[in-house]
């Protein structure tokens, strides 16, 4: 299974019928920071929205494909957003990593990470910026890997394999 996550509703590739898929569209708020993903209710949001089981999907899935503008060396705002909501996928605890803090996997399974920016004027120092937060990403929620890929505009994405 894949979770797509895209800013435009373009996205790479082909999907199936067991594959979530969020975007704009979708109902999905901030998180909150209340933690009940971690205290009260463990990996499963507070929140009764369409994001509220992501940290559960995610334990399912071997894919993340991605889709954001480079938004200042980020993802966009609803990338973002929803990627925070992912937070029930790792648990509270911390441990040392390579002389870093991270989070304490919560699942098992191995997902790897495919993401696809897209803007026409990207400076050196905002891709720059993409990567490290990418890596940093990729090691805090246990991902086996992660690929970024770098368009000028969200409509060549569609159809990629």
Sequence with gaps: MKIIITDTGTYPGRISIEDRIFRPQNHIHPCLGCFQCWTHTPGICAQ??????????????????????????????????????????????????????????????????????????????????????????????HLKDHQIHWYQDAWQIGGKQ
């Excluded at 705002?77 to 990593?97: C, D, I, N, S, T």
Aim: aromatic share 12%; net charge negative.
């Design 48 to 141: 009764q929205d369409d994001a509220q089981y992501l940290g559960a999907l995610l334990s399912k899935c071997d894919e993340i494909l991605i889709v954001s503008r480079c938004f200042h060396g980020s993802f966009s705002p609803f990338v973002k957003m929803v990627f925070e909501r992912a937070l029930p996928y790792v648990q509270p605890g911390f441990e040392m990593r390579e002389g870093r803090m991270r989070h304490h996997p919560r699942y098992n399974n191995e997902i790897s990470m495919q993401v696809y920016f897209y803007e026409k004027h990207i400076s050196p120092e905002e891709k720059e910026l993409a990567e490290k937060i990418l890596r940093d990403e990729t090691e805090n929620y």
